[in-house]
């Protein structure tokens, strides 16, 4: 077992578990789907690194390797943030770590700028496909340090994409319809590199993985393949829910905003109205 992917996700748990208490303290309970969010995401990191698709992946099957890529940045990064909504990311680190961090003008700009779409985007882009590089794929496999960069850089760039989507920072996702657009984009390009590993007659990373497949009856250029549709899978269902999910909550926002606007165009009328009533009286 690697203790060390034990830590760093004992960590972050009993972190969110102590600003739960905080929280609790000062009279706010998180939403159970809120909590939920994050220990599933930490729940599908610790899938991804300590069951046996962890060796598999780093020896046998380019399908496992991929099923550990899918799960941290795909599925996880997500989850994750959705945990950290409002206000529990104010609370998750000790006070004496968040204010410098918050009082840190150069951090707060650098963060504006990375999470911007235009900027997110071209980031995940580039770590997708440079890390799927053969001569980079491979490296990362025979190095653990690299290996352990490699994921920590699918999460990263993950979070920067979900993080202008998601906005944590307000207690309800807001509907907008360009975040639609934003995913879908970043979706088709991992869909392109999932269209590659199904069209390529030839293994890709044959140069570490060689025939290793066969033990677990599987070709190479099946495993590949497995590999490749896994990825256009998951692609096209987050793009469907990410549809779903805008429109439908962008419905609810313009709903919302009218209720809001009749209300105030109602509510001069009714003043007028009670003031006349006073007057006859």
């Known amino acids: 077992m690697d203790l060390t992917a034990v830590y760093l996700l004992l960590l972050p748990a009993v972190l969110y578990l102590r600003a739960l208490s905080v929280l609790k303290r000062r009279g706010y309970r998180v939403p159970p789907l809120q909590s939920a969010c994050w220990f599933g995401g930490l729940t599908l990191i610790g899938i991804a690194l300590l069951s046996p698709l962890d060796r598999l992946g780093e020896t046998d099957l380019l399908s496992a390797h991929m099923g550990q890529h899918l799960l941290i940045g795909d599925l996880a990064a997500p989850l994750i943030l959705l945990g950290l909504r409002s206000p529990v990311y104010a609370f998750l680190l000790p006070r004496p770590v968040l204010v410098p961090l918050a009082r840190s003008n150069r951090l707060r700009r650098l963060l504006r700028f990375l999470r911007q779409p235009l900027a997110a985007a071209p980031i995940w882009i580039v770590t997708l496909y440079g890390w799927h590089l053969p001569f980079a794929y491979e490296a990362a496999l025979r190095s653990p340090a690299l290996h352990a960069l490699q994921h920590q850089s ?16 307000r207690r309800r996702v807001p509907g907008e319809l360009w975040k639609i657009a934003h995913i879908t984009g970043v979706r088709f390009a991992g869909m392109f590199l999932g269209m590659a590993f199904l069209i390529v007659q030839h293994p890709l990373y044959d140069g570490f993985y060689g025939s290793r497949a066969l033990e677990h009856g599987l070709s190479p250029i099946e495993d590949q393949q497995i590999a490749g549709g896994m990825m256009l899978g998951l692609d096209f269902l987050i793009m469907i829910g990410a549809l779903c999910f805008f429109f439908m909550r962008a419905a609810e926002d313009a709903d919302r905003r009218e209720r809001v606007e009749a209300a105030a165009r109602a509510a001069p009328a009714a003043r007028a109205s009670t003031r006349g009533e006073v007057g006859v009286g």
């Open 154 to 169: 699918f999460v990263v760039a993950s979070l920067l994409v979900w993080l202008s989507v998601l906005e944590p920072a």
